[in-house]
């Protein structure tokens, strides 16, 4: 381990909700659950939407938030490629290409990392400003949080990441 | 603080210009002083226009230099978002919604971060790349530095990340 | 140096392959070993791209894998820029503006890390995914490595960079 004598923590920042973006922040995370790491995801801004549950289609309080949900789709089942999205093919052939190679899902390795005990932990500035809800998320994540929590999580950290 | 005595340093690398990444960075810089840590942003590539005077419209020595400053204004006050940007629709609804949540913007984060004692270092290579002279930036800044400035930040920081 | 005695580790993730994001890891790379640093570069999802021989057009052993490398060309010498493309001007200007500033391209700083001894990892997953061979790769560079090894040398590396 080198310098220290613990696997010690593993603090990211999932600000983004691209499914190529999605996958190295679930991968990194249960990859170091695996190592022994104590890991916390940040979802902030756009990540948000990482946490919103698949079935929720729109959200938002007013017109301007529930516009941006529209554009926005939530749902780890529902991510869109930063690039070469080409109207959904991209995706579609990502996530046909992870399957034949034995890569999972967004969502499978966000219940995976759930289960593992990574800690996922709401923006609530981001939770304001998009005006979504506890009851818009997922199941078993952590009570919401501020940049302040974030900033102590990356005080103790190894390796802090923002993705 | 676990592991150590002191808050100890926060080194970011603020490289995009893009609305949605200049607040985490500049929520993080000064949430980072707040907690007690010695903050330094290092602004390279396209997130040296942050650092850009609003009034300042284009910059440049040559053609290509001017050409780059006309697409891509900089100034806190300016910035695009990433993505939704739908020709200015979209950062005009993310500052109207911030408004109502008490989110301060950018320009006003930049300017308490600047007071609050983080380093705003600005990229030499960048200025020269872009043609971006001492007298198109903003008052209070840090003498413009290298890549081994960036560094020996690196080095002794508790965190880095790179936004 | 500050806390610790001896430079240390830099872990580098590269996830892109745009240029403006091709220059940030390599000119961090080769500077954190002129800083005498030991300095890996983890090349995952696009990133791998960057690894590509220049003079592989196309990759890919099935129609979708094949699709991706025509859309997304590889190479150090074929990178386009994440904004401001411009069919190909923006990076030809990029280009022009870093030669007359004495600016090295990537293809020069990738062949400097490699030289300077920078480990240039590529990520297997990713090249399962997008059925890039060893063969498609430029020589000199490690072992292809999952996710548990970036894991590893984060977690002794004094600072972590996702770009």
Not at 53 to 69: E, F, I, P, V, Y
Not at 113 to 137: F, H, K, N
Not at 143 to 150: F, H, N, R, T
């Amino acid at each position: 381990m080198g310098e220290s004598e613990t696997p010690g923590k593993l603090a990211l920042v999932a600000w983004s909700d691209d499914l190529d973006k999605a996958w190295p922040v679930l991968i990194l995370a249960t990859t170091g659950v695996a190592a022994g790491m104590d890991v916390s995801i940040f979802f902030t801004f756009w990540g948000l939407r990482l946490l919103q549950r698949n079935d929720k289609r729109m959200t938002g309080k007013n017109w301007m938030q529930k516009m941006l949900s529209i554009f926005n789709r939530g749902g780890a089942d529902n991510l869109k490629l930063h690039k070469l999205n080409f109207a959904g093919m991209g995706p579609w052939m990502m996530h046909k290409l992870a399957k034949e190679h034995g890569v999972a899902s967004p969502q499978e390795l966000l219940e995976l990392a759930r289960e593992a005990g990574v800690r996922l932990v709401p923006c609530q500035m981001t939770m304001d400003l998009m005006g979504i809800s506890r009851e818009d998320m997922i199941d078993g994540i952590e009570q919401p949080a501020g940049a302040m929590s974030a900033i102590l999580e990356m005080q103790e950290a190894k390796a802090t990441l923002f993705i």
